[in-house]
């Protein structure tokens, strides 16, 4: 599999939703495999939260490889023999594509706070552009999990017809107060940290260190994102060896998991970037510009598979039906298809239980769904 | 409804499952009705959390009554005319029984991290012990939900035929990973704030400031305690007024919610306590020191009436349901009752939603059960 990561550079201005305007900024983006003559055989990969651009593969040195490897290569569901896969880091995040750490033209300082905020649509505009800039106006696919899967959604209502198949997994038409009260955990723990210092931390500091409030946070998002069935198999209550029962600060298996996870997020990835970030999630509703749902919906030409999760927390698979019905009472129901993956695992499933539903993208995207 | 409550001083070491003991200790309770001339018209109360003894009624001043007010009372459905109500503010708690902040005798210094770790058997020992010294050797029922529920467990299994009838609510035999870690939040949260000061904190200063780890875990435990239902109803996708959309720190509704919520708890909860309680309720598991659950039940001779609320996502029903089921398996099916109450609001259901199993409480109190 043929693995290109590249930036693209753009001077005009990026009109942002908020009225404000990005400029100028870049984007960084990986493809897999080969593009054809007629570009034809794009396949949009979107990511989530903390994902990045490296989707598959593996560089030198690394210990785990991209964030959807068992999904994307040759041979694989998303077949990069067949396919040229194209994952951008989204504007806003901290893996090259510009961010609030990023410098402020003319100036060499970055925006931190003075960034702009961001949303799904945003993200999505500059992919759009970054796509267009490609000489690709249309795609075979769009599909993410999660915070990818918005984005997949709002391909399908800002650019009909620009993709054949929006795929969004693990996703919602519109956030929920539970989401949004996950993330204020971990905005709250970030900005009340005093070595966040209002935003004017030094990022070398953060990531040699990391940072107590992202790490609480990230903790509170890993709760999110497994399930008590999960954490009952991946930990039962196991206590960790040579640490006290009777200790107050002694402590079970899943703290130590929590504990561990968090604070080695905490030291790659930018607090405000997840701040921004998170924001953007907690702004996203797929009727945001339109009467609601059904009129948001009534633009899509593509079609649309929505893959949820039996058991996921998050986003709970009722909210991908909504869409479905949705789309079924606007006369577009031959359009829409809802499929279900019976799993216990919680909202990582889209991640971690890939061989889950593996068969399916593969079979939409072989034109046998 | 008369209310008393009063304070009883120990003298005698009380002996901890942890092997350390507790000397000399103090509980404050307070009691709703009168007790009849042969003492059989006990009824015992046992809070949750962040509950305390003032389970009922209104002290001068007070904006709200006690936490079940709404169940306790004259005609209410533990009706005070007929019965004496007990309850007793948990030993590690922090409105009067001796916790963490107490003196560390003979010192006049408070104990803080020197305090032993107390489980929910230990809490109920304490209790048993004070019954013992009121002349109460046996109750009608003992109740409570959420660690609450715990303590009835565990009075049913440490103190076999102490009560005619335990109830417990929203509770679970074991605490799985998953309460675990949202409490991991509340601890990391409160540990790492440098205004707790590894312990040694100001106990006024943070009544007047509060300290924004135990909010932070709070706010965690609020989640929890609710669910994306009861999120939908109170907050939906709600902005704070004047807070621009796009503005980073603007909030949604359910973020100032947890955030008010979260602070002003912080100021009349000590931040040692909640380490301590969330230790208890962590450690909980009714087979501790038995071969496993049946061999735990075996030993009840009372009455059990497991109610559980089906959205609860803190406890599942399922927990609940499991008690039930070991009940039959070691031949005392007839003395277990399992049920569940339709609700969608979440954990907190015990305490918001009596209206739904007020009734189910009287009769059982009345014999209908």
Not at 11 to 26: A, C, D, H, K, M
Not at 270 to 293: C, H, Q, R, T, V
Not at 298 to 309: D, P, Q
């Given at each position: 599999m043929k693995i290109v990561t590249k930036t693209a550079k753009f001077t005009n201005p990026l009109y942002l939703e908020s009225g404000r305007i990005l400029e100028p900024y870049q984007i960084v983006y990986e493809t897999y495999g080969e593009?054809?003559?007629?570009?034809?055989?794009?396949?949009?990969v979107c990511h989530a939260l903390s994902g990045s651009h490296h989707a598959a593969g593996r560089y030198e040195g690394d210990r785990k490889p991209g964030w959807w490897d068992s999904l994307i290569g040759d041979g694989k569901a998303?077949?990069?023999?067949?396919?040229?896969?194209?994952?951008t880091n989204t504007i806003g995040s901290c893996f090259g594509s510009t961010g609030p750490m990023s410098k402020m033209y003319p100036s060499d300082q970055p925006y931190r706070f003075k960034f702009p905020v961001i949303t799904i649509k945003d993200m999505v505009k500059a992919q759009k552009i970054l796509f267009a800039k490609l000489g690709i106006d249309k795609v075979e696919a769009v599909i993410g999990g999660s915070m990818g899967g918005m984005q997949a959604l709002r391909f399908a209502v800002d650019y009909p017809g620009f993709a054949k198949k929006i795929i969004p997994l693990a996703a919602t038409h519109a956030t929920r107060p539970w989401v949004i009260a996950f993330n204020e955990i971990a905005k709250e723990a970030i900005i009340k940290d005093p070595d966040f210092k209002?935003?004017?931390?030094?990022?070398?500091?953060?990531?040699?260190?990391?940072?107590t409030g992202l790490a609480i946070g990230r903790m509170a998002g890993h709760i999110s994102f497994l399930s008590p069935y999960s954490m009952d198999r991946k930990f039962g209550r196991d206590y960790v060896p040579n640490e006290g029962l009777y200790e107050l600060l002694g402590?079970?298996?899943?703290?130590?998991y929590l504990e561990y996870n968090g604070y080695n997020f905490?030291?790659?990835f930018d607090p405000l970037s997840y701040l921004y970030i998170i924001k953007a999630i907690n702004l996203f509703d797929l009727s945001n510009g339109y009467e609601g749902l059904e009129e948001a919906l009534e633009r899509?030409?593509?079609?649309?598979?929505?893959?949820?999760?039996?058991?996921?927390?998050?986003?709970l698979p009722e909210e991908m039906k909504e869409i479905d019905l949705a789309m079924k009472r606007v006369g577009k129901g031959d359009l829409?298809?809802?499929?279900?993956?019976?799993?216990?695992?919680?909202?990582?499933a889209f991640l971690v239980e890939v061989d889950k539903f593996a068969n399916y993208i593969n079979e939409i995207l072989e034109g046998k769904r």
């Amino acid at each position: 599999m043929k693995i290109v990561t590249k930036t693209a550079k753009f001077t005009n201005p990026l009109y942002l939703e908020s009225g404000r305007i990005l400029e100028p900024y870049q984007i960084v983006y990986e493809t897999y495999g080969e593009l054809n003559e007629d570009k034809s055989n794009v396949v949009v990969v979107c990511h989530a939260l903390s994902g990045s651009h490296h989707a598959a593969g593996r560089y030198e040195g690394d210990r785990k490889p991209g964030w959807w490897d068992s999904l994307i290569g040759d041979g694989k569901a998303i077949d990069t023999k067949k396919f040229f896969v194209i994952c951008t880091n989204t504007i806003g995040s901290c893996f090259g594509s510009t961010g609030p750490m990023s410098k402020m033209y003319p100036s060499d300082q970055p925006y931190r706070f003075k960034f702009p905020v961001i949303t799904i649509k945003d993200m999505v505009k500059a992919q759009k552009i970054l796509f267009a800039k490609l000489g690709i106006d249309k795609v075979e696919a769009v599909i993410g999990g999660s915070m990818g899967g918005m984005q997949a959604l709002r391909f399908a209502v800002d650019y009909p017809g620009f993709a054949k198949k929006i795929i969004p997994l693990a996703a919602t038409h519109a956030t929920r107060p539970w989401v949004i009260a996950f993330n204020e955990i971990a905005k709250e723990a970030i900005i009340k940290d005093p070595d966040f210092k209002g935003g004017a931390y030094d990022p070398k500091e953060i990531q040699e260190k990391g940072l107590t409030g992202l790490a609480i946070g990230r903790m509170a998002g890993h709760i999110s994102f497994l399930s008590p069935y999960s954490m009952d198999r991946k930990f039962g209550r196991d206590y960790v060896p040579n640490e006290g029962l009777y200790e107050l600060l002694g402590r079970f298996q899943v703290e130590r998991y929590l504990e561990y996870n968090g604070y080695n997020f905490s030291k790659w990835f930018d607090p405000l970037s997840y701040l921004y970030i998170i924001k953007a999630i907690n702004l996203f509703d797929l009727s945001n510009g339109y009467e609601g749902l059904e009129e948001a919906l009534e633009r899509v030409k593509s079609k649309l598979y929505l893959i949820s999760f039996k058991n996921d927390l998050l986003f709970l698979p009722e909210e991908m039906k909504e869409i479905d019905l949705a789309m079924k009472r606007v006369g577009k129901g031959d359009l829409s298809h809802y499929y279900e993956v019976d799993s216990d695992y919680g909202h990582d499933a889209f991640l971690v239980e890939v061989d889950k539903f593996a068969n399916y993208i593969n079979e939409i995207l072989e034109g046998k769904r």
